[in-house]
């Protein structure tokens, strides 16, 4: 999976090879031990050789300057609020290669990254950022699940190598991320929880929250004040099942809208060179998350639905409807027919749901050509929201009409969620007719609708 | 995961180094958008350099060869058709780097790959393939899905080299595919859709509608034509019901079937250096699509299943039932037992069904030993097939006996699937027994029956 | 997703390079076809040349010492036995890359790495261990599943360099694993079945039996030698869908339980650098096979619960009860809350549940930075932990203190296997603790407890 080539003089890795830790504090403890383990041996560059607290027993302390000398790869185990006293030691760093493990607090601390920072203070030195993403027992420990990649950068590239040629024997995989600029990226990795997740999340809590609050005074809370029945009960499965379907199912229009709105925005500028404003950017960028999500709510929806059957409530109306009526009601085909539909397609659906939902799995994606994947995500993608929307429309069947179905002058939850994606589908359709088809082709393939006096060639400038 | 060694002269990667892209046309322009917004100075090469329409605002324009001679790395964003005219460049091209990033509008429309054809008009340049099979959006607004990885490919290690440096600061994963000649390969990348998949879905296809007409005729317009009686809702969820479970064990055998071919095949030929015919090694491998498909249609079968008893149809019948009858019947533990054992077996086999599956998905698939991955597919897999064939023996129980389910002497469809999943457990049983077990290993450890006057050793020359 | 330079000294890739093969068997023959196709030029080392039995018509046999001096790159198709031979031709194989590609039957067969100890033998050879995770069919048919990865080591980085081409060239991909010392790795990777999954699959097996016949007595023969009621019948699905939830719930807390203890042993040792005991190190290392054996059980309860409504003695049942009744029973609101509540958390645990499973998926933990893995995996992990353990609480509900649910003053099986979730709650509780979380994160982050004559300096030394 990565590149080890060692570019030692000889060609021929040592063993028993000296590297050398700036810092004895838990990172140099945890790293110097490992390494140890691994077969290096160490020496540890301190202020204080003499008195800087336990060791690994079979490492040597030296002062830094002595330290650095003695090895060609140096770990920098330091805060960065303590790299200036670096400074002094520039002539023994001179050549030498320093991995910067360093990680901040929070993002956005320092103009510079420290790794940047570190080479500006020894320019001499072969600067690299490593490590940084794996967390401290990986270092002591060796890799496990999402401490197996050894993120790397920086300028020069025989020092990469030799910090690979370290990764590798401590059973890491290597991943170069290029010059260090690129240490920015890298020490901001540790510190992030899922931002690309926020905004799909928020939206979902919200939506969540809306209808059933919205679906608790409608159905639940009326009910209570109109006839002074307690049906709270349905909290739990009948209100949950309303809610779920109906969050998924504006989620997952909202990952297809900003496509719709970004296809007219093309449309309409007559140009692909105008960069999208920013809303529309961010959000065409999670729309993958905003997908996963509906796909969850489905899921959910599907077990909640497939539960039904065995609840205590369906039971006891069952039992109670066939003992009151008591004798056989008429057979209506066309509620069957309805009914079945509503399933078969929901369960068409559902599995379209799914097929999209594998397909974002990294390692499926990554082995289909873009051509393959967009016509999943794209094509497939539309399909799924039509089954999903038409199986919500099989639901209101003739309700749509009748005046009952708006209490309160209310529309029931699943009324309203058929908004959004009955417009996505029309403005897709739209979409689709052939003149528009074309127009919106030839601008993605580089055509521009010039005016006399156009900023077209501006707009490429960004 | 990949190596990004950069060997300029001076072993440090130069910023604001100088690239140069031949061609102002719609992917030149990305292009050079996005590798100016990475920190790159781009030059176009252009035979107007001073009429060739809107350019990004920081990119110089020049005539192609003054373009060539001022960047060690040009980006060939030309259409093949107008390759010639480079023949006349070649003295300013001499020991460049010609990235090729063309693209056919279909397979197969030139005898040799666009990069080898541009290798073989400058000899002199060093030409690597790459980019290509990335989508205009990604090369404009970086990696994205299934834009990640940057494959590449050419004679010249150190050229590589070059281009991987580029492309990992684009942001890209580099997969270097070897030779020059892995071109063609790489072109025909982005032109492809699902092909590998094609045959198993017309399979799927094929099967599907098939047994929906079989048993539609059979189970609904039978019942129309005997008892003018309309139960077209049936449709919807029964009879999808069957269709769906049986095409998928259909399915799973084919995917098994292959299998147990090649190994009679051996076993009659007594070598295993003869190749296989080549039906035999095309189904041999689409085996992993044949099962994937078959656990979807397994996937809906269990959907429909656990429907079942929210359908109106079944609410209805059951509620009718009850009271039509108002009499407590016989419970029949025979039939509890078998049903039970029925829906068990299903379980347990879906179950085993979905490992499979799980254990395709590349990152797990690649994670496995290949005895861990042969013992999963191979071993499991049988045990999977036994498991969903006895499901649908349980299924059909002493009916296989009764007049009564030969309906206009047509078989009912799961007597009709149980043939072929019969036939392969058998043909597995057969190669099973050790004697023809010892017999098939040692075929598959080199060891070949000889004739007086074979000509098994020609067989080897494939 | 690898590197490939090739340091021919040209620094192009010759076309039709000579490879040699030292040895005649299967994998020489299969291993020289593959070599052939791919459009390379093979020659063979033999004791006897002139009948060594059938080989690639295109190929040349020569003595080895003849052989190995016409090409630079030797392949070792011979069992490690007869390596001995090879001392003879150090001479001729001095500087030559060997590429070792055997295997032994067992494990710790022999003391040293077949390759080290070729290298032992040869040590002016350059020897890289390559080819040998692959599968005969493999390397003479190219890759497929779970055989696209080449593993290779050896200490000299040219030679690696070298052995990468040819495995790119026959269609592999390439990861460096270090220096020869890998070896040893390497020739176990292809013996092993799923070693680390042997532990918990004996632990799930051994449950699931002891459940089994605990509620196999408990529930039915208890019932037999009672009433003398058959009701056999049950254990295909009530008993199975008793012991599944049982064994998945007690998984999922095994899954959790050592870190808990690992923190409690932090506490009281006031350090983080004494190693855990062996027991501890190796249960801790199969945490994720436990939470996924716990995912197929729980997966398997969902399946068995869903089909309830479905089977025949429930039909028969409830049809029943209806027709005995015949009367409408009162709605209980309690019991309403209570089921409804149980299937809902229920549910919910188990989308908790599939999301873990989930992001263990190698390809998605790949993608995550450890904090965000640490939060799903811990935070997520055990939120879903107590959702389970809430849900087996609310199918208890009031029978813990009814003494007519301890039957032979046996408890059932839900109450016993409640213990366990409930002690690792219950110890996660105390250490969230702000005085026990202030501690163990002052530990964690290196603080060491002192006393005044402490050995914790030499617990450094492991």
């Given at each position: 999976r990565e590149c080890f080539c060692s570019f030692t003089t000889t060609g021929d890795i040592l063993t028993q090879e000296l590297l050398c830790i700036f810092g004895t504090g838990d990172l140099g403890r945890s790293l110097g031990q490992r390494l140890l383990q691994t077969g290096y041996r160490v020496v540890y560059g301190s202020r204080r050789p003499h008195s800087c607290g336990p060791l690994p027993e079979r490492a040597q302390v030296m002062s830094h300057a002595a330290a650095a000398q003695s090895a060609n790869l140096v770990f920098i185990c330091i805060h960065r609020e303590n790299y200036d006293f670096l400074e002094t030691l520039a002539p023994e760093l001179k050549g030498k290669v320093l991995v910067d493990v360093s990680n901040n607090v929070e993002k956005n601390l320092y103009p510079e990254a420290n790794a940047e920072y570190l080479q500006r203070l020894i320019p001499g030195a072969h600067v690299v950022k490593a490590f940084?993403?794996?967390s401290a027992w990986a270092l002591q420990n060796g890799p496990s699940d999402a401490n197996r990649q050894v993120y790397l950068c920086g300028n020069n590239a025989e020092a990469k190598q030799a910090v690979s040629v370290v990764a590798t024997k401590l059973g890491f995989t290597v991943l170069d991320r290029g010059s260090v600029s690129a240490a920015k990226e890298l020490e901001d990795f540790p510190l992030q929880l899922f931002p690309e997740w926020r905004l799909p999340l928020r939206l979902a809590v919200g939506l969540t929250a809306f209808f059933f609050f919205y679906l608790l005074i409608r159905d639940i809370i009326s009910v209570y004040i109109k006839e002074k029945k307690d049906i709270s009960f349905r909290i739990m499965v009948s209100l949950a099942n309303k809610v779920f379907p109906i969050v998924s199912l504006i989620m997952l229009s909202l990952c297809y809208l900003p496509g719709v709105i970004a296809a007219f925005l093309q449309l309409y500028r007559g140009t692909k060179y105008k960069r999208f404003p920013d809303w529309l950017d961010r959000w065409m960028l999670c729309r993958k998350q905003l997908g996963l999500l509906a796909l969850g709510f489905a899921f959910l929806h599907v077990l909640y639905t497939l539960i039904i059957p065995i609840r205590y409530y369906v039971r006891f109306r069952l039992s109670a409807i066939t003992v009151s009526e008591n004798r056989t009601p008429e057979f209506d085909t066309t509620m069957a027919w309805r009914t079945d539909s509503y399933y078969s397609v929901g369960i068409l659906g559902f599995g379209l749901y799914l097929l999209l939902g594998i397909t974002s799995l990294p390692s499926v994606s990554n082995a289909l050509s873009w051509r393959e994947f967009s016509f999943i995500q794209s094509k497939l993608g539309h399909v799924t929201l039509f089954f999903c929307t038409f199986h919500t429309y099989l639901y209101g069947w003739d309700k749509?009409?009748?005046?009952?179905?708006?209490?309160?002058?209310t529309p029931p939850g699943y009324m309203l969620c058929l908004v959004l994606p009955s417009v996505v589908l029309v403005l897709k359709l739209l979409l689709l007719l052939p003149c528009v088809d074309r127009s919106l082709t030839r601008i993605r393939q580089g055509w521009e609708r010039t005016n006399p006096d156009d900023d077209s060639r501006k707009s490429l400038l960004t």
């Open positions: 940084n993403t794996l749509f009409l009748r005046a009952s179905s708006y209490k309160w002058y």
